[in-house]
C-alpha cells in the first residue's frame, strides 16, 4: 500500500481540482452518513486528504446518483446498500471550488449491509464507526457540521 505524506497531500488536492476545472463544468459527489445500530457515524481517511469524511466520491459522466453512491460504498467501506438512501441536501463545496457540488445521504441500520468489513487500500487507509458525541479530532469541518445537523435535526447548511 502507497501512503501520500502530508506534504504530498497538500499540493495534490489542488492540482486535480485544477486538471477536473478544465475538464469538466462542474464537478458534482455524494457522501453517505451511514449511522450503525448504535447510532455511530462511519468515517473513513484517504491516503491523499487529510481528515476523516463520509464515505463518497465523484459522480461519472453518464452515472446517476444513486449508482456513484452504490459504486462508492461498495468501494471505499465494502458497504451494500439495502434499502432507500435518504437524500439530505445538495450543498456547493465552495472550499474545494466554486465549482464543486456534493449531494449527501443518510443509510440508516436497515438501509445497509457489511458483509466483511474494509480493507485498508491504497485510496482508503482506515475506517471506523464514531459516535456522534466522539467525532475524532481532525474530522473535516464540513462533515462533522453535516453530522451535528443530521443528529440534531437541524436544517442543514447551504454550503458544505
Given amino acids: 500500500m502507497i501512503l501520500l505524506s502530508p506534504e504530498r497531500r497538500a499540493w495534490l488536492s489542488p492540482i486535480l481540482h ?19 445500530d448504535a447510532g455511530r457515524v462511519l468515517l473513513i481517511r ?16 453518464g452515472q446517476t446518483l444513486a449508482d456513484a453512491l452504490a459504486t462508492e ?4 467501506a ?5 434499502g432507500e438512501a435518504r437524500l439530505v441536501g445538495m450543498f456547493l463545496n465552495a472550499r474545494t471550488s466554486k ?15 457489511q458483509p466483511a468489513p474494509p ?10 464507526f464514531f459516535s456522534p458525541d466522539a467525532l475524532p479530532a481532525d ?6 457540521e453535516r453530522v451535528v445537523e443530521l443528529v440534531s435535526g437541524a436544517p ?5
Fill in 46 to 61: 484517504h491516503s491523499y486528504t487529510p481528515g476523516w469524511h463520509f464515505p463518497g466520491g465523484g459522480v461519472e459522466v
Fill in 18 to 36: 485544477r486538471y477536473w476545472r478544465f475538464s469538466r463544468g462542474m464537478t458534482l459527489g455524494v457522501r453517505a452518513c451511514v449511522f450503525d
Fill in 73 to 76: 460504498l461498495k468501494e471505499e
Fill in 156 to 160: 442543514p447548511a447551504a454550503i458544505w
Fill in 78 to 82: 465494502n458497504v451494500e446498500i439495502t
Fill in 99 to 113: 465549482r464543486d457540488h456534493v449531494a449527501l445521504y443518510r443509510l440508516d441500520p436497515s438501509c445497509w449491509r
Fill in 139 to 144: 474530522i473535516s469541518r464540513g462533515t462533522r
Fill in 119 to 128: 480493507v485498508p487500500n491504497r485510496e482508503i487507509v482506515a475506517h471506523g
